[in-house]
């Protein structure tokens, strides 16, 4: 529960700090609180100044999330991004990719923000007006950021 909860400030500390156009971030936080810090895609394409979006493993599972990994899933996912355009909702859009999950939707002033996690290596952002509609482009797909722990936490 606790990781959860880390994975969740992660995400509000960087979607305010990108609505508001500050620097407010997340990861110096992220590297005290776990042993190290990599993501599954390290390629320039799938990176953004500040990790959008935080995971948490074992060094164990991020082994074996890192041999399964493929990197061609990248353009796969550009590819099925190209179908979206402004206007759909979160349920369409899902029905049209099959991301693993809508992770996060921040509700702000004027509609909402939402983090979809397409799967373990990438995620996808979009900001959704008070009809539940897309306002403008999703993101491209972004690295995912895993917080490694060297031994796993005991009330996880």
Known sequence: MRAMKTVFVFALCNILGFLCGSNISAEPVAAKLYDYV??????????????????????????????SYDPASFESWVDKLKHVHPEMTVDEISSLIKPKKVSTMITYGSGTSVIIELDDAYCIYGMFDQQGRLQGKLSKPIAISYGILLVSPQNE
């Open 38 to 67: 990599a993501s599954l895609d390290d390629s320039p394409r799938a990176k953004q100044k500040d990790s959008l979006y935080w995971a948490y493993a074992s060094a164990a599972t991020f082994q074996k999330l890192k041999e």
